[in-house]
């Protein structure tokens, strides 16, 4: 039997039949669909603006670059991320900082954010991690006071609700979000990115960006001698999305809220089987968010059960169900632990415990009570 994997796609006919569609017409490359797509994720989210590209790194890299910080300056991010949320950073050379997580929310701690501040930092990337929005209130108070730019890395989560309703992606509390449509992430694009904004200026600048810094738009253009004229006005890069991506975007969009229902009904599943037990603690849910739950992560207190993660993921693969580690403390990583030296003991901890557990929308009812099944039999 096929081993249930910690996330997977859901690719049905219709998301199939919009990328022959595309195949058999006249654009492959950015073309309509992008601009529909980009339509489609704008309605949902209630953001002015949004900019298709071609990977959630992609997207974080040119959202960065957007905000023209200057060089040698600092910005703060998450050690419990994918590296790019701290690659962005460097790729615009702003040196990346650390602040610490809530031990509860796994997200960055607003407090710590504050301690970490110097007269260089510019920028602060929230994580909203799993999917749980992080506490934007609080992030754009700090960035408020303290002129800060504020890019949330929401690639965990599209779908996913702040406290009054309204979506992540909105940029109610931030210059620009960014989202990630890899084939684990809650829809898909095979790859693919986007990026949100209110603000028009740096809608052009991501336009920009995104296509090698060129441009035909008459309003920006210093002369205009004919129609086959351009202008370069950034370094910019090609990040573009092609339209057979665009494409199975509008398809996956249309069955987001479905994700996200089938998603959150496997959680609570989850959460009601594991309740009570000792040795694990299942992930933590602010009463008043909604969070659209990209990973299902537990903590397992190893000694107690007296096996060690190695042993436990082994075990577990043996009864066919994959876990996956979210995620190394990205300052811990050799290529940053010589340049870095912040403190984030919570992080640390959390890593010693963590473990991601299947949770995707095709998972059957049988395959929850598999996993279940397995876990519980941890401590046997
Ligand atoms: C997946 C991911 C990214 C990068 O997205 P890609 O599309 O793989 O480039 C960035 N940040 C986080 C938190 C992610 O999980």
Redesign the pocket.
């Known amino acids: 039997m096929k081993a249930l994997s910690y996330g997977h796609q859901d690719i049905n006919q219709n998301d199939i039949q919009a990328v022959i569609e595309v195949l058999e017409s006249d654009y492959l490359t950015q073309g309509p669909k992008v601009e529909e797509f980009e339509d489609v994720l704008c309605a949902l989210m209630g953001a002015k603006y949004c900019v298709a590209v071609s990977?959630?790194?992609a997207a974080?890299h040119i959202a960065v670059a957007a905000l023209g910080v200057e060089k040698g300056m600092e910005g703060i991010t998450s050690p419990i991320?994918?590296v790019?949320?701290a690659n962005c950073m460097l790729y615009n050379e702003i040196t990346p900082i650390f602040a610490d997580i809530n031990s509860k929310s796994y997200n960055i701690d607003p407090t710590d954010v504050s301690h970490k501040l110097t007269p260089d930092t510019r920028l602060v990337i929230p994580?909203h991690m799993a999917g749980q929005p992080a506490d934007m209130k609080a992030i754009a108070m700090i960035a408020r006071k303290n002129n800060l730019h504020v890019i949330e890395?929401a690639?965990?989560a599209i779908g996913s609700q702040y406290a009054d309703g309204s979506y992540v992606g909105n940029c109610e509390y931030s210059d620009m979000t960014t989202f990630?449509f890899?084939p684990v992430?809650t829809i898909t694009t095979g790859?693919g990115?986007a990026i949100t904004t209110n603000s028009e200026t740096l809608y052009r600048k991501l336009l920009l960006l995104r296509s090698h810094g060129i441009t035909n738009d008459e309003r920006v253009l210093s002369s205009n001698p004919g129609p086959w004229y351009y202008e370069m006005h950034e370094l910019g890069f090609n990040y573009r999305m092609s339209d057979m991506q665009a494409a199975l975007g509008i398809s996956q969009m249309s069955r987001l809220i479905e994700f996200k229902n089938r998603r959150r009904d496997i959680v609570s599943y989850y959460n009601s089987a594991f309740a009570g037990i000792s040795w694990l603690t299942p992930p933590w849910e602010a009463e008043n968010l909604s969070s659209c739950f990209h990973l299902y992560i537990i903590q397992i207190d190893f000694q107690a059960i007296k096996r060690s993660r190695k042993e436990v993921m082994s075990y577990l693969s043996a009864k066919r169900v994959g876990t996956q580690v979210h995620y190394i403390p990205v300052n811990q990583l050799p290529y940053y632990s010589e340049l870095n030296t912040d403190k984030t003991p919570n992080a640390e901890s959390y890593y010693d415990q963590c473990l991601s557990i299947p949770l995707y929308p095709g998972m059957r009812n049988s395959d929850v009570d598999k996993v279940i099944k397995a876990i519980i039999s941890l401590d046997k």
């Open positions: 990977n959630g790194t974080l991320t994918f790019a949320s994580v890395d690639a965990h990630s890899h992430k790859e990115g």
